[in-house]
């Protein structure tokens, strides 16, 4: 079959090859048919080094499509079920599962060390235990979660990672009340999905800061009330805050520096939330005085911060009832085989959202 290859941590293209084959189906697993991956900039960190994983590997983890072989113990999935995938699946038995934080097990990542696929030359990985960039993948069956048959696989794949994750940070873990004051620095589809979770919230003023005019743009269309660069984002603060700060400041870039930024542009007694994932080796560093006497919350937010099964059926039903656009947030459309374009594309900052059709 067809997938898209990274042979080593580091390089900046990827291969589109036809040799290879989907491994590990058995008792447990389920084999699918991959019909849409959305380009996440997880994927480009992965790519890096920034995330680790090993390579070779295929990349994706934001992606739907169809049952094709279920193995054995398996229930509640048959051929042609239409699901999403989920790469942070909950086993239910570990303490953080028992203490109602599905989004910290990591059951998912013991898997990564093992490779989904091979080709002649050995065996190749998939990206977060999944890799989606390919036209089939074998995964756990908690890894595959069934959808309803009217939300398309290209609006599935988004729910399955960026949407969930912003949308999440926005309402489990800020949990922003009406009202108030919300600045996004970093308006990805992670930021334009935190921006319509803040704006679901009843958030009053929502200050989009992103250094690309065109995601500067797309802001206002999902719900900004403005949108700034980073050098205009002090202005903005003194303006709408009179200086005091803003009572929730998402970081979803995942650099130090940004979350810096975030930290200084929140209210004393505000709230920080750290969307964005960052290298091992960048610090953030607040010194102690200032944790003390400012009291402002400094909130880390994993894959939107809550049940994630529970999180995708909000978003279905958000998306139903015109609470929040996921159509448009898909700005390029390609096949397999135009996938280093879309990476270039994501690098300059030119595509919210990037639908890979299989």
């Not at 990672?161 to 912003?166: H, I, M, N, Q, S």
Request: glycine share 14%; with cysteine; hydrophobic share 40%.
């Amino acid at each position: 079959m067809r997938a898209a290859v990274l042979h080593e941590t580091g390089q900046d293209k990827l291969e589109v090859l036809d040799d290879v084959e989907a491994v590990g189906f058995g008792p447990g697993k389920v084999r699918l048919r991959i019909r849409a991956t959305g380009l996440c900039h997880s994927d480009l960190s992965a790519m890096n080094g920034v995330l680790p994983q090993p390579a070779p590997f295929v990349p994706g983890h934001e992606g739907a499509g169809e049952v094709l072989d279920v193995g054995d113990g398996v229930t509640g999935l048959s051929a042609g079920d239409r699901v999403l995938v989920c790469w942070l699946p909950a086993c239910g038995a570990c303490a953080s599962c028992k203490r109602g934080q599905t989004h910290l097990c990591l059951a998912g990542f013991m898997n990564a060390g093992t490779p989904n696929f091979k080709r002649p030359g050995g065996d190749v990985f998939g990206f977060a235990g999944t890799g989606t960039f390919t036209e089939e993948v074998v995964v756990g069956a908690n890894c595959a979660v069934a959808i309803p048959d009217d939300v398309p696989f290209e609006i599935a794949a988004l729910i399955g990672c960026g949407v969930t994750t912003g949308l999440g940070a926005a309402i489990n873990t800020a949990q922003v009340e009406a009202g108030s004051s919300v600045a996004v620095i970093g308006c990805g589809g992670v930021g334009i999905s935190a921006i319509q979770g803040a704006r679901v919230q009843g958030a009053a003023q929502i200050v989009a800061v992103d250094p690309v005019a065109s995601r500067r743009e797309a802001a206002l269309r999902f719900g900004a009330t403005e949108a700034v660069s980073p050098d205009e984002f002090g202005d903005a603060k003194q303006r709408i805050t009179a200086g005091e700060g803003f009572d929730y400041v998402f970081e979803v870039v995942g650099k130090s520096v940004t979350a810096r930024t975030a930290y200084e542009n929140t209210r004393r007694g505000g709230t920080l939330c750290v969307v964005g994932a960052g290298a091992m080796d960048d610090n953030f560093e607040v010194n102690m005085f200032e944790l003390f006497f400012d009291e402002k919350r400094i909130l880390p937010s994993m894959y939107g911060g809550g049940d994630v099964l529970r999180s995708y059926e909000r978003a279905i039903a958000l998306w139903r009832a015109g609470r929040i656009d996921l159509e448009s947030m898909i700005t390029h459309r390609v096949r397999l085989d135009g996938i280093n374009d879309a990476l270039d594309q994501m690098r300059t900052g030119e595509s919210l959202r990037t639908c890979i059709e299989l």
